[in-house]
């Protein structure tokens, strides 16, 4: 790139979250070895990490989820996806914890992930953003990791 007087790239943008781990099969080695970011797209899992998700009901009317064409929404819907969401929102509430800090704390605890892109409707919202930003106990990391992996 810089032959061609180009700036050289900075960041890569996978989806990576608790639930969509795939970045952890070369991308994360790759942007260590290239001195790249990852900035994680869909970090809340295509909506599945949020209090709008109810595990066995339809999705929400409005969430990504029930906008997504049916052939991909079966994919975040199968039994397997839909237990692995159900195990972290079990273990959110058994710390006192929102499900949206504990997956973008767990994010944000890789150390190639340079930020993770929020949004945010209400101040509660806001609120569990802003304590992303606390590291996680090596415990939770562990606990995260077993529950999705």
């Known amino acids: 790139m810089a032959a061609l007087g ?8 996978n989806q990576y979250s608790l639930l969509a781990r795939d970045p ?27 209090d ?6 339809p999705p929400a009317e409005g969430t990504r989820l029930a906008k997504m064409p049916e052939n991909r929404r079966g994919h975040w819907l ?7 969401a159900s195990a972290v929102h079990t273990f959110a509430r058994s710390i006192n914890t929102p499900v949206l800090t504990l997956a ?14 929020a949004g945010a409707s209400n101040a509660e919202q ?20 077993r529950l999705t992996a």
């Open 24 to 50: 952890e099969d070369g991308v994360l080695a790759a942007c260590d070895e290239l001195g790249l970011g990852l900035l994680p797209y869909y970090p809340l899992a295509n909506g599945m990490l949020t």
């Open 126 to 145: 806001i609120a569990a953003n802003v304590a992303a930003v606390r590291a996680l106990s090596p415990e939770v990391i562990a606990e995260l990791n």
């Open 52 to 57: 709008k998700f109810v595990p066995g009901a």
């Open 78 to 84: 199968g039994e397997e996806m839909v237990d692995r």
């Open 104 to 117: 973008f704390s767990w994010l944000l605890s890789h150390p190639q992930v340079s930020s993770v892109i």
């Open 6 to 13: 180009q700036q050289p790239f900075r960041s890569v943008q």
